[in-house]
């Protein structure tokens, strides 16, 4: 990018930005000022957020969406813009985190992350998976999508890794609950193992801690009860399979702890508000609409191949 330049992103993809070079502004809408982002900071916004890069407070902007081609995800071209004179150099990622939206991990989200470089250089795992990233990137072999899909993963998790240690102790977050060695425990059961027949006493048992201590303890790190949210994760679970997977309703049920396909009915139209059949229909027509090769930059898209699930969070991440 070269002064003066600006860009609009809408909220269709997550995005994140490491400064290589110079520095730039960067904010995201109905938040406070802008961050100030250096040279070696990485700078993380998840889908679902407008946000805009520009390296002055005056500088115009333009939405991304009209500058980028398919050629710079398939090819990997760079993108130039900008009026000509200082550089500002990025890397720049685009992810989508299936169901996020539906998620705990949403809602334990800060507008954006920022991973402050030191002295002008990334921190070392930064600048290493960003090396490897580049040159995937550029190397056009087969396989190599899977592998950036995979770095980027790793890039975010350690990102959520770094941002969930900084939480004040005593925070309700659910990232800090994942954390803790005994309601992350429970976390992870529920989550490897939705269609088990779960109690809060089972829960409990498996955990080594008393089921009145466990729920209350549940409750306050997570914010709600166990069972609320295993429902919930349950219901976001069944997303990810009508999105990713030609499933039939009762395989979906039964995969996600419902013996009956008419009580899963009921409870998904409740937490979703829609039916199964409307909500796969409506996810089939959005992919369905999105052109060859690029991501949805500007909808709410949704991509049926499949990736490397988050084991404890919402469904796939994928890369470009």
Not at 105 to 128: C, F, Q
Not at 272 to 280: D, F, L, S
Request: with cysteine.
């Amino acid at each position: 990018m070269t002064a003066p330049w600006g860009l609009q992103v809408a909220t269709g993809l997550g995005w994140f930005y490491l400064i290589v070079r110079n520095a730039c502004l960067l904010g995201v809408e109905g938040s406070d000022a802008p961050v100030s982002a250096a040279a070696g900071d990485l700078i993380i916004v998840f889908q679902g957020r407008e946000h805009y890069l520009r390296d002055r407070a005056d500088s115009p902007m333009v939405p991304i969406r009209n500058l980028l081609e398919p050629r710079h995800f398939e090819r990997r071209e760079p993108l130039v813009h900008g009026g000509g004179g200082e550089s500002t150099r990025l890397l720049c990622g685009c992810f989508l985190v299936d169901g996020l939206e539906q998620s705990s991990l949403h809602a334990a989200l800060p507008t954006l992350i920022r991973v402050k470089g030191e002295r002008g250089h990334a921190l070392p795992y930064v600048s290493h998976i960003a090396r490897l990233l580049e040159m995937e990137a550029g190397a056009e072999e087969s396989g190599g999508q899977s592998i950036i899909n995979r770095l980027v993963r790793i890039l975010l998790i350690k990102a959520l890794q770094r941002y969930a240690a900084e939480l004040p102790e005593g925070s309700v977050n659910w990232l800090r609950a994942l954390a803790d060695p005994d309601i992350g425990q429970a976390l992870r059961l529920m989550h490897a193992q939705p269609n088990a027949h779960w109690t809060v006493a089972a829960l409990a048992e498996r955990v080594t801690m008393a089921r009145s201590t466990f729920a209350a303890r549940f409750a306050k790190m997570v914010g709600k009860p166990p069972l609320q949210y295993l429902t919930r994760w349950r219901m976001q679970k069944a997303c990810l399979l009508f999105r990713t997977t030609r499933a039939e309703l009762k395989q979906v049920a039964a995969q996600v702890g419902y013996e009956s396909a008419s009580a899963f009915s009921k409870v998904f139209a409740h937490w979703i508000g829609t039916a199964p059949g409307a909500y796969r229909r409506a996810g089939d027509r959005a992919a369905s609409s999105l052109p060859a090769g690029m991501p949805p930059l500007s909808c709410d898209g949704r991509r049926t191949e499949t990736s490397a699930t988050v084991p404890t969070g919402p469904g796939p991440i994928r890369g470009a």
